[in-house]
Structures are given as C-alpha cells and as structure tokens.
C-alpha cells in the first residue's frame, strides 16, 4: 500500500515544525538561571500544567500502542487510564504537598531527605533509564514508523535521526518553559485530530453493527474475567495500579510539570485537570482500534494500525493537520524525556559533586545532557521493533523497574519507621529481582510465570517487606525530620482548615469526587 501526502498536508506539517522550533528559542530567551531552565521558574497554572501532563503522556507511542491493543486485545487497556485517574487524585493529596513544600528539583531529591543521597542516586539512575528506554526510543521509533509511511525511500534510523534533531533544537534552548508551554499547544491539536479520526473511523464502517457482527461482546468490557491472559480484572488493582503510580507519582518525566507549580492549589488542579483530559482516551484513541477491526480484519502488524488509517481515512488538508496532531504527540513526549533527565543528570549528580556550579555552569550542562540523551534514544529506538506490540514493550518495561522505587517511595512517605538501612536493603533485593526477570525474557527461560502485573505486585511487596523489616537493624532519623518528609493526621488537619475559605468549586476534594463519579459511569457503561 503506497501512503502519498500531497503539497498541502506537507506545507502543514512544516510550518507546525517551524512554528515549535521558533517558540522554543523565543521562550528560551528569558532564561536566567537553572530554575528558570528546568522547572520554568516555579509560576505555572493549571491549565498549562493539565495539558502538559496529558500530552507527554499521550506520546505517538500511545496513540500506535493504544489502537493496536484495542484492536487485538480489547477496551481492557482503558484500565491504564482510568486508574490513572484515581493515581492523579491520590498524588494530589498525599506526594505533591510534600514535593512543593521542600522545594525539590527532582523527585528522587525527595528520596535525599527521606533516606540518603545514595538512595536518591540509584531512583535517579532508574529515572534516566526509563526515560530514556521507554520515554524518549519508544517515542522516536513510534513516530519514525508513521513518518517512514510517507517517506519509505529513507530507512527507519535515518527518520528517527531527524525527529531526534528536531525536537531536541527547542529543548535544549528552551528548557521546561518551552516543554510546556509547546505541550499545551500540542494537547489541543492530538485531542482534535484523534476526535478527527475516530469519528471517520465510525462513519467508514458504518455505525456500531458491522463492529458487533465481527466482535465478540466481551471485546468492549473494560474489566476482563480473572482468568483472562492479557488483563485479568485483579490485575487491575496490583500491577496496573503499581506502574500507574509508578508514572504518575515518582517519574520525573511526568512529575516535573507539577513541581513548577506557582502553589500547592495549581499544581492539584493541574493534576486532577489531566485526570479528567485521561477519561477521553477510550472514545478518541482505543476505539478507533475497534473500528479498524471491520477495515482491516487480516492486520498483522499492531503498530501499523493507526498510521494506516490516518491516510486511507482523512482527505487533504485534514490529513496533514491530523499528521501534525500526532507528531505534536510524538514532540512532547521527546520534549519532555530529554528535558527531564537533563534535570536528573544535572540536579542529583553533577550538583552533587560540584555543588559550587553557578546557576548558568548548570543551564549549560543541562542542555549538553540533552544531546548525549538523544544520541543514546537514537541507537536503542530501532531494537524496540524486537516486540510484538510497542504497548507490551512499554509495560513490560516499567513492570521490571518501578517495583523497587514504588516502594521507596510509598514507605517513606507513610511509615516513620523505615530508614536507610531497609531502603537499601530493599534495592539490593529489587534490583536482583528486575535482573532475573529481564535475564528470563531475553534468553528465552521457558519458566512459566503468572501475568507480569501480578508478578509486579508481587515484586513491590517483597521490596516492602524487605524495607520494613531491614530497617531495624537501622537508625530511624528525629522527627523533627520526618516531619517535613512524612505524612500524619496533622498534615491532612491543616490542609483542610486551609480549604475551609476557599468556595466549593475551588476545593480540589471536590473536583476529585467528580472525577471519580464521571470514572466509575464510564466503567458502568463498559
């Protein structure tokens, strides 16, 4: 099948790309120091935070991963979704307090404070190594197969070369104001141009009754039976919830948008606003996977599923606004990769052991880490197409790494009795387990093991153990410490005294009860 994209689809693309690049350097400009650079100076509202948020995390490697998991596996992926919806709330009241009120660059520099600098080294670490396997190459090589479409003359490393270039020009000028600022823009073009497709998805095959003739019922159940293979409903609650907390509570990635909140009122908003823009994903991005089920019904290739029907569906001119919707998408999740292991890299280690660097010394370090980065997400992106769907790539890969931190991080900030020495412990153990489980993938074990979302589970609460009972042999740091890196009674006693003079529409709390009634009708319906 030939994809041709005609003068004016291409002349729109362009200037989407032009336009980025030139407000990437127009914001870059107004940089005058590292928290200007890496966390756009601490003065974001909610909106900008929201739709950052959702579109990092709606990269082109969703789009491409979420139609190919409707398409073969079902609505049960909106699982991932919509628990992200009860991740977001439960990230607002309990882990952004405390981010904010200490100030943090990173959100390992929260694990600093908690435990020690060599626990904050090894979150670290793992941050830059999702960021980059998952994050950053996912996204390059999830792009790199549509662009390849309509350039099929150049070969996949070269397109995810110059993806790789295009992106990183305005990142590295201009820091996370540019992120975001780009990526509230993007979030409205990917939300257009997914509605865009889904509903000519809908009309080619005309209407519900050819998709139920070929498909079975179970097929739009959200919540699978406990002996499904892929997403068994248990599996909900302990694997998807764990890598779900996973991205949205400790990852750097997705996390520094809130931690350049101008307050604790924005930042909660801006979560629970990306909560809300997540319960859209089910009717603009896994059902056009379902529709392609009539149109396609021979598809072999996953992957190949959502860029096929951009072009049989879409007429010129729509075609190259949709195109530049996904690319959008593809932009802000390389955007915000690059920048946030920048940040890591610069902030938890080069900080560390230089901790005389001025303020511009860092900027500029930050910005060459960004180019390394690319060049590292170039070289590992085309080994990604080793998988069978990029969506198993993406989840099989936070199920191996995010145990470990999820417990570091749900311990310390909920239990006074943990200490470094079970944190520790609880690494050496994690981290012997996340080699076994990848030695076991990769030289082809024939061991049997449950579904990866509950050997995940499983994974947390063996860190957990270990932490816990490790930490006796450890000394427990005074609490005036604590205080200011744990959770008590108190802390949830004064914010609701501080919400008491605020009106009802602007109480968080009850925004996230409306979330949450909105997500349970839609579970209701499917």
């Known amino acids: 099948m030939e994809f041709n994209l005609s003068n004016v689809d291409l002349s729109i693309i362009v200037f989407y790309l032009l336009a980025v690049v030139a407000l990437g350097f127009?914001?870059?400009?107004?940089?005058?120091?590292?928290?200007?650079?890496?966390?756009?100076?601490r003065n974001l509202t909610w909106p900008i935070i929201g739709f950052s948020l959702f579109a990092s995390n709606m990269s082109s490697n969703s789009l491409v991963g979420l139609a190919g998991a409707g398409y073969k596996d079902g609505f049960s992926v909106f699982s991932y979704e919509w628990m992200a919806v009860v991740v977001l709330i439960l990230f607002a009241i309990f882990f952004l307090p405390f981010y904010l009120r200490n100030k943090i660059f990173?959100?390992?520099?929260?694990?600093?404070?908690?435990?020690?600098?060599?626990?904050?080294?090894?979150?670290?670490?793992?941050?830059?190594?999702?960021?980059?396997?998952?994050?950053?190459?996912?996204?390059?090589?999830?792009?790199?197969?549509?662009?390849?479409?309509i350039f099929p003359s150049f070969a996949l490393w070269q397109i995810i070369v110059g993806l790789a270039f295009i992106a990183g020009i305005y990142t590295v000028t201009g820091g996370l104001s540019s992120v975001m600022y780009t990526d509230a823009v993007q979030a409205v073009i990917l939300i257009f141009g997914s509605t865009v497709?889904?509903?000519?998805?809908?009309?080619?095959?005309?209407?519900?009754?050819?998709?139920?003739a070929i498909t079975e019922m179970s097929h739009f159940d959200v919540m699978k039976p406990i002996d499904d293979p892929t997403l068994p409903w248990p599996s909900v609650f302990t694997g998807v919830l764990l890598i779900g907390f996973y991205f949205w509570g400790t990852n750097q990635y997705i996390t520094q948008r809130t931690l350049a909140a101008r307050d604790i009122r924005q930042g909660?908003?801006?979560?629970?606003?990306?909560?809300?823009?997540?319960?859209?994903?089910?009717?603009?991005?896994?059902?056009?996977?379902a529709f392609a089920r009539v149109m396609y019904p021979d598809m072999q290739d996953m992957d190949m599923i959502y860029p096929t029907m951009l072009f049989d569906l879409l007429p010129t001119g729509l075609l190259g606004i949709v195109l530049a919707g996904l690319i959008a998408a593809m932009m802000s999740s390389l955007d915000s990769g690059l920048n946030s292991v920048s940040t890591l890299i610069t902030m938890d280690f080069l900080k560390k052991f230089k901790p005389d660097a001025d303020s511009k010394t860092l900027m500029n370090f930050g910005r060459v880490v960004t180019v390394v980065v690319m060049i590292i997400a170039i070289l590992w992106a085309p080994q990604i197409g080793n998988f069978e769907k990029l969506w198993d790539y993406l989840q099989n890969t936070l199920a191996w790494f995010c145990p470990p931190i999820v417990a570091l991080f749900v311990m310390g900030l909920f239990t006074r009795h943990v200490n470094n020495m079970g944190a520790?412990?609880?690494?050496?153990?994690?981290?012997?387990?996340?080699?076994?489980?990848?030695g076991l993938k990769f030289t082809g074990s024939t061991?049997?093991?449950?579904?990866?979302?509950?050997?995940?589970?499983?994974?947390?609460?063996?860190?957990?153990?270990?932490?816990y009972f490790f930490?006796?042999?450890?000394?427990?740091?005074?609490?005036?410490?604590?205080?200011?890196?744990?959770?008590?009674?108190?802390?949830?006693?004064?914010e609701t005294l501080s919400l008491q003079s605020l009106p009802w529409y602007k109480n968080y709390r009850y925004q996230a009860i409306g979330i949450l009634i909105l997500t349970a009708i839609i579970l209701l319906i499917y």
Request: aromatic share 16%.
């Open 197 to 212: 497709i889904s509903y000519m998805a809908f009309i080619e095959i005309g209407g519900w009754e050819p998709l139920y």
């Open 26 to 41: 127009y914001i870059g400009k107004k940089h005058k120091n590292a928290e200007d650079y890496f966390l756009a100076g």
């Open 447 to 467: 061991l049997v093991l449950p579904n990866f979302l509950y050997v995940a589970f499983l994974h947390f609460l063996l860190c957990c153990a270990v932490l």
């Open 106 to 149: 990173t959100i390992p520099e929260y694990l600093e404070r908690r435990y020690s600098y060599s626990v904050r080294a090894y979150a670290s670490i793992i941050a830059i190594t999702l960021n980059i396997l998952v994050d950053i190459a996912a996204t390059l090589y999830a792009g790199g197969l549509v662009i390849n479409l």
């Open 471 to 494: 930490s006796f042999l450890g000394q427990t740091k005074p609490d005036a410490e604590l205080a200011e890196v744990v959770y008590s009674r108190e802390e949830l006693d004064r």
């Open 268 to 289: 909660q908003w801006g979560a629970l606003f990306a909560g809300f823009l997540k319960l859209s994903i089910l009717f603009i991005m896994i059902f056009p996977g």
């Open 424 to 438: 520790i412990a609880s690494i050496v153990v994690g981290s012997s387990i996340t080699v076994w489980l990848i």
